[in-house]
């Protein structure tokens, strides 16, 4: 049994089984069973039980792995009008609840969901809202996510406040111990040179380009729009005395200036818009002059579809992982040769457990600093991405590139893995 | 200096230089020395020198790589008519020699025509010849090729028979090290475990096979179109003595059947022509059902573009080196997972020059086989291939993926490394 499919079958201690019985439905309730019948069918009968509260229950055949309660038949009418949208804000208000183990329940749901082979039809492509990614809408869209209180993220991302994938060495390697390795990894993909100049576009809180720095004596600069993160990234460096080295500039990836001899984006590229992958290319053409690598690494999609409709509502405004086949939009028309792929979907699902635990250790510190609505609207969010990695909705993708023209490119892969 | 920049530097021994002067151009030929610096213009007056046979000759202001005699001033013009087409056949009749480094001088007449970031138009991609990849379409044009005799390519590809880009573990590999290094690497990135079953699409002379069965403990069934590759393999697994592990398949890839725990296709893609992608992967759809691995091995381009003319006419009728973005059709239609991709074009540099030494060496055999045209074709052919690798016209994809519901894949790639 591997890591993922343990996850599977693990319950976060919480029973549902232990909850009392529910009471016998009321005669007056032949609907509100019908209407559970239909979710249960919307999902192709999977292994859950539906309620509705001090109402009706469903119950699989075979044994529940978790229970989803509708506060009323109005919920539930609701719900099933937009599932894809209206669950999450139910269940953030707490009109719908889940017993048993959420992670669970929500991976059931995903594979009683799959789409089979039948990827985003054109019309459904064409009728996608418009992303917002222009200059001044990227800048909102960031704020709305990224600026929410660096104390908030400092209390579940562990001491790196490094927000992405991170890389595990080993399924039993702590966060902090995989967050290191990633940025590691990350450097030794690009084969870092003492001296060399790179450029990073989105760089959260500034950790991979300090660990760049202090390890691999590069000169870095750093473009970030969240001035939160910027504030927090440009007093670490200071604090770890190389400022001299790091420079912090807060504005748009599309305003690179300069030339280096790395281009690096970790996590960016979810926020920047497919509509905007050419120019991004443009951008890297330019910064990288006919030499040196590139590498990006970004959550996304065996093929073409749009970010999960609640989680692109109240989550991650204007974001959208793309299909490998959208991310050569960035590299075809500048002729850069692709090198390398990597899919790190598993590490993503592990890193989103240890951010899961974290947040769920902190949610009472979650609901000061906020309110109750938002400490289940982020659980939601989590547990969310676990079952999206872990049931292959959502992969992670790092591509290292190189200009067409360059041979300066590394002979195999073997150098990454030598002790 | 990489290995690639050493062949641009490198010359084959024999020297222009050595000839004797050219006399002095008659009076009659400035419409000559006209249409050389043409040719030299078209090709952004590369540092190369251009002659017709006892006349005119145009020599580059920085010393020239190589000299390129057109016999006549007609044959000069065909050239210039239609260079990318008529350049191959005028090199094969002999009407067009070239002294100095063929590989360098072919080198240098890519770099001097880089598209400079503007990929195939929309236009241009329509107007492609249609390809004639049916089922019977197929079987001519692999018979064209593969099957002009196993003992030509007996004195060329080395013991292995491995038509295909060798794994080098370091530069210095020989050949047979490194097309069994490249097997290894296959079988590696695979995971094959003993027991487990493999399909092979495209099988050639059969050495993957062998290879994965003698080594790995699997049972293979590989499919081939091409009677000679098909007879030669058959024989070299009974000598082998696994013949009842091995089943080789005188079929098209389109008509695999079974289930299987790895799906493998090394070097057949180039011929399936990317209006069949999305059928190719529904052949692997079915003969994954779910679960297992599957890996193409194909030369790529960077962008969109169609084969090179003269190699499509005269070499590989039928062939379409795809660009990842081409590949993903094979992939996203069916929720495949792409796990791993890796670019080994300067590992089929070095191939393509290890066959072309071998190539060159047995020059006098080849001619007694065919002819001198012929000789002259296939030396053009290999050079120019050295020449797309190491100036990346040509890439060579590696792409392991599984289906997307499987949460049965490697953890890292560290294992493919370990000693």
Chains 1, 2 share one sequence.
Not at 237 to 243: C, D, F, N, T
Request: charged fraction near 20%; hydrophobic fraction near 40%; charge should be neutral.
């Amino acid at each position: 049994m591997n890591a993922a499919e343990k996850s599977l079958t693990s319950t976060s201690g919480r029973s549902f089984r232990d909850a009392p019985p529910p009471g016998a439905p009321e005669a007056a309730k032949p609907l509100d069973a019908w209407l559970l019948a239909k979710v249960s069918a919307f999902l192709n009968n999977p292994p859950l039980e539906f309620a509705i509260r001090d109402g009706a229950v469903l119950s699989p055949a075979e044994p529940a792995a978790a229970r989803v309660t509708f506060a009323s038949r109005a919920v539930l009418m609701s719900v099933l009008a937009d599932p894809a949208l209206r669950f999450g804000d139910a269940f953030s208000d707490g009109s719908v609840t889940v017993e048993g183990d959420l992670v669970s329940m929500l991976e059931i749901v995903n594979l009683s969901n799959t789409m089979n082979g039948k990827p985003e039809t054109f019309l459904r492509r064409a009728l996608r809202r418009p992303r917002t990614n222009t200059l001044a809408g990227s800048r909102d869209n960031i704020h709305r996510h990224y600026d929410i209180g660096n104390q908030f993220y400092s209390l579940w991302l562990g001491s790196t406040m490094a927000y992405t994938c991170a890389y595990y060495p080993t399924p039993t390697a702590s966060l902090d111990e995989a967050q290191v390795a990633k940025m590691d990894h990350v450097c030794r993909k690009l084969r870092l040179k003492a001296g060399e100049t790179v450029v990073e576009a989105g760089c959260g809180w500034g950790t991979l380009a300090l660990h760049m720095a202090r390890h691999y004596g590069v000169r870095v600069r750093a473009f970030n729009i969240s001035r939160e993160q910027i504030m927090y990234a440009r007093e670490q460096a200071q604090r770890a005395g190389v400022g001299g080295q790091v420079e912090y500039v807060e504005d748009d990836y599309r305003n690179i200036t300069g030339r280096y001899d790395a281009f690096v984006s970790v996590g960016m590229l979810e926020h920047v818009g497919v509509e905007n992958y050419a120019e991004l290319g443009s951008v890297v053409h330019r910064a990288l002059g006919g030499r040196g690598r590139g590498f990006i690494h970004s959550i996304g999609r065996n093929y073409p579809a749009a970010l999960q409709p609640w989680i692109e509502k109240r989550i991650f405004p204007g974001a959208c992982p793309p299909a490998l086949s959208e991310m050569m939009r960035i590299f075809e028309p500048w002729d850069f040769s692709v090198l390398d792929v990597e899919n790190l979907r598993l590490h993503y699902a592990q890193t989103l457990r240890h951010w899961y635990e974290l947040y769920e250790a902190a949610s009472d510190k979650v609901r000061d600093m906020f309110d109750a609505r938002f400490v289940r609207m982020w659980r939601l969010y989590l547990a969310g991405s676990i079952a999206a990695f872990t049931t292959g909705k959502l992969q992670l993708f790092q591509v290292l590139f190189a200009p067409g023209e360059s041979n300066d490119i590394a002979w195999n892969r073997a150098d990454i893995y030598a002790p």
